[in-house]
């Protein structure tokens, strides 16, 4: 079985400050790792995914996250928050062979606060 | 282009109604998807599609779910006789091809409200 936890239901940050949401995953063999955002009355919106090779991944809007296989964390990271960025933010995971689908962490609300 | 679309996007309906929930994936990609997520939870996997094929219904919580994607295009998730727990968002995703490494891109979702 697969799964993923996500530690913090909340997360507050000031806008222009470093932000890191964090994503923890249980998986048999390689995972796959994406994150979604969700903005209210809208759908999951892709951000970015690990498959293989570099463990920084960078994605849309300057969000970038760190695999780490040892501590299997695949942590959400940005150098500078904006307001904008306030959303609930998904991380999700994929094992090579359990599946097509998608585990999802039970989400992380980030607050920007001017 | 046009992104995945789902209709309605809401739906109210009164316990023991059967409902048909519609997704348009995006043109010309294989694979579909369904989950339910429930308020303040993630989203979690109904079934799957490659092209008409269902290929995992795993996630289907009983014999009152069951889905279908005769042309490998447009799917229909139906719900019969309808419950209260059956109130949730349902959410629809495509991707191109089947792989684990391929993106599922969502719909905007219908939130179904039994009462």
């Known amino acids: 079985a697969q799964s993923v936890a996500q530690p913090e239901d909340q997360v507050n940050v000031a806008e222009g400050n470093p932000l890191t949401v964090k994503c923890t995953y249980s998986v048999s063999g390689n995972p796959y790792l994406f994150w979604y955002v969700q903005y209210p009355n809208r759908g999951l919106q892709f951000l970015l995914k690990?498959?293989?090779?570099?463990?920084l991944v960078k994605g849309s809007y300057g969000f970038e996250a760190e695999f780490n296989k040892s501590q299997t964390s695949f942590h959400l990271k940005k150098p500078s928050a904006l307001v904008s960025d306030s959303a609930l933010y998904f991380c999700?995971?994929?094992?090579?062979?359990?599946?097509?689908?998608?585990?999802f962490g039970g989400g992380t609300r980030l607050m920007v606060k001017p | 282009g046009a992104g995945v679309s789902q209709s309605p996007r809401y739906k109210v309906t009164k316990r023991g109604q059967d409902v048909a929930l519609r997704c348009d994936p995006i043109s010309g990609h294989v694979s579909l998807y369904w989950y339910r997520q429930a308020l303040g939870q993630g989203p979690e996997f109904l079934t799957y599609f490659n092209y008409e094929a269902q290929q995992d219904k795993s996630g289907l919580p009983n014999d009152r779910f069951s889905a279908e994607r005769p042309e490998g295009s447009i799917s229909t998730l139906t719900i019969q006789r309808t419950e209260q727990r059956d109130s949730a968002m349902y959410r629809c995703?495509?991707?191109?091809?089947?792989?684990?490494?391929?993106?599922?891109?969502f719909g905007p979702g219908t939130r179904l409200t039994v009462l």
């Open positions: 690990y498959i293989t090779g570099d463990n």
């Open positions: 999700a995971v994929r094992g090579d062979n359990a599946g097509n689908m998608l585990t």
């Open positions: 995703a495509s991707s191109s091809a089947g792989g684990a490494t391929d993106t599922q891109y």
